[in-house]
């Protein structure tokens, strides 16, 4: 399709505006879905966490509560963004975007499906890494700029939290790299290929939990949002925040959730693959072989199981401690992920590999 | 008395305040509240903290003080009625059953047997309300918001059968002074047991999410100790108190209504930390349960439920005062009446468990707890700003 579409530019374009404009529609088609999908999260969180606590949740805007979604974009939208005396007005503007910006750029490097992928880059792992550490920027500057006290101790827990979370995630990410062989994300998913038991959730379950685990940590979602908490510090960082700019970091938040979602189940439990490959006889069928075959579908099947445990975790446990938070991180999760690629090296030392 | 381990802070001052300098950079002054999520109605928290600890704390109340005390000192008794309820909204029928009570005995008034039967009947049923609404607080301070919802589903049904004895949802006013307003409604009872099994199901519920949830233990057990030696000299009592592991309970101590004929024990902890009184109330909201059953059962189906009452507009009342007590979810409730021989009482005094529990005790309490416990601690001690204030 990206063929025909450069035939018919480059008939009337230079050659260079026709690959940024290439690009430029990817991107759109990336972006545009994306914010469909964090849109329809903050609508199934509701219906789900209300289904869970006895009540409907939105039901009144369009069938079902279908248009809620956007019944809120255009409220905040419409709101006046309030700036607090005495903040610093550029850093209280420019926080949102520094929020948003990494959550949205590391889509650049997920693979969706065989080959389709924006950026098919061999350092991809690397770039996702350093992107999600970008993300603690905007939260640490929103809170340093509202000059709200709520605001600042939110931003200091959210600091150390994030920062403690990505060695934790990252050690994660080693094991599967030991294991794949690759830094490309392409790469790690193909290496999964086979069977469902190939999948790198099978060797690699300590790592897998506590990439999850260190995920929502990651995203300040319950049991780990202290930097939000609602009865301590009220709403943390974005206390001051109205309008399009809380709506923004709404966003990210969201965004990083399907990111740690997408990722979870490209690194574990192989991406688009589908769980059925090796079974011929349903793959090989007239049309329903398009459906158990590998897609896009299987990734955006797995991803939103892991929206559902993001949801259900929010939904039935308590809020941590931050001590405690910081405890678990440094006590339980990093010397797991240090075992877990200690005996990981020994096997691939010894030849045994018992994922491939 | 209880001197706090304060090597990393502040040091006393000759006067006895703390040396606190705000402008070293050391200690935050955080305010929580009179709006603030965390805190259970309007009052406010004033905490000094180094860090994350809580080195000095003060309660500011005031912002819903109504004036109920004197208010009364201007209406005739029955007028009084009205007001009484309003001071704890959760759970008002403490307030109506220790007023007529107080008005019956200076009065001289003796009410029937069947009217004991529905008062009793009536608290035990606001005091599972009351209970259903801290449990949910206790998990919502904590960020477990399920609960609440879940409590409140159940509540919504015992307000039902408060809407089909009393009329009324929240404010009952039906206990008044000679008696109860009317009988129970025909099939009450039966109703009632379907409530009792929701209830019963719910709280199972409850057990498994919140009190076998491992972050809530994590938060909950250890944090917040009441030491048993503060208990007197904090005027400590209710669940609070025997959480500490001393059964205290005016049902039990000095027994009134017609708990005398009803077969329960106080229900007391050992640990007396937040998980240990969440855990005592939820255990005797089950015997509360239990208790309606009994009530139920044991009483009489048929008789009068009101004495005669003289003409209420123009009742004078011999002079005299009282004291009476009871057992409410949060502690002992008292009333103190004086009356002078005139159509209004000389004074009224509330002494409601709220006070005692959430001024001095929770500014004791609170001192070295984690920011994050604060809400947690407050809720922990049952309190309800209304009835700080009146």
Known sequence: MMEILANFFGAFLPEWMVTLLIILIKVVAIVLPLILLVAYATYAERKIIGFMQVRVGPNRVGFKGLLQPFADMFKLIFKEIVIPARSNRFLFLIAPLLAMGPAFAAWAVIPFSDGMVLADVNAGLLFLLALTSLGVYGVIIAGWASNSKYAQLSALRIGAQMVSYEIAMGFALVGVLMASGSLNLGDIVRAQSGSIFSWFVWPLFGLFLVYFISGVAETNRAPFDVAEGESEIVAGFHVEYSGMAFSIFFLAEYANMWLIAALTSLMFLGGWLSPFQGLTFLTDMPVLGRVFGDGIHWLLLKASFFMLLFFWFRATFPRYRYDQIMRLGWKILIPITLVWIFAEGLAIALGWKPWL | ?390
């Not at chain 2, 009792?196 to 498994?208: C, F, P, T």
């Not at chain 2, 939820?282 to 009101?306: H, Y």
């Open chain 2, 1 to 390: 008395m209880f001197e706090l381990d304060r090597s990393q802070y502040p040091q006393k001052k000759a006067d006895g305040t703390l040396d606190i300098d705000l402008t070293s950079g050391k200690y935050l002054k955080l305010w929580q509240g009179p709006q603030h999520p965390g805190i259970t109605g309007n009052m406010a928290i004033e905490l000094t903290v180094c860090g994350d600890e809580v080195v000095d704390a003060t309660t500011h109340v005031g912002y819903l003080h109504r004036g109920f005390e004197k208010l009364m000192e201007r209406r005739t008794f029955m007028q009084c009625f009205p007001i009484v309820c309003r001071i704890c909204v959760p759970e008002p029928d403490f307030n109506e059953y220790c007023y007529a009570a107080a008005v019956e005995e200076l009065a001289g008034l003796e009410i029937p047997e069947l009217a004991h039967w529905i008062r009793t009947l009536i608290l035990e049923m606001g005091r599972v309300n009351s209970y259903l609404m801290y449990l949910g607080g206790q998990a919502g301070a904590f960020g477990q918001g399920v609960i609440g919802q879940w409590t409140t589903y159940v509540r919504d049904l015992m307000l039902d059968r408060f809407e089909e004895l009393t009329g009324a949802r929240i404010y009952h006013m039906f206990i008044i002074p000679g008696g109860v307003r009317d009988n129970l409604p025909d099939g009450f009872a039966g109703r009632m047991e379907e409530t009792l099994r929701e209830i019963e199901s719910v709280l199972a519920d409850v057990d498994r999410v919140m009190f076998h949830n491992a972050v809530f233990k994590k938060r909950a057990v250890g944090v917040g100790v009441i030491d048993t030696a503060w208990l007197d000299s904090y005027g400590i009592t209710g669940p609070n108190a025997r959480a500490a592991g001393v059964a205290k309970d005016v049902r039990k101590d000095q027994p009134y209504l017609v708990y005398p004929e009803l077969d329960f024990e106080a229900v007391t902890g050992k640990d007396s930390d937040i998980y240990t009184r969440a855990d005592v109330r939820r255990r005797d909201l089950l015997l509360s349960l239990d208790l309606i059953r009994q009530i139920l059962a044991k009483m009489p189906k048929t008789g009068a439920v009101m004495t005669k009452l003289p003409n209420v507009l123009h009742w004078k009342i011999p002079r005299g005062e009282t004291y009476v007590r009871g057992e409410c979810s949060r502690g002992e409730y008292g009333y103190y009446l004086v009356t002078d021989g005139s159509g209004y009482p000389r004074r009224v005094n509330v002494r409601g468990p709220s006070y005692t529990h959430s001024i001095a005790l929770f500014e004791r309490m609170v001192i070295n707890a984690n920011i994050s416990d604060v809400a947690a601690l407050l809720v922990s001690l049952h309190t309800y700003p209304p009835e700080i204030e009146r």
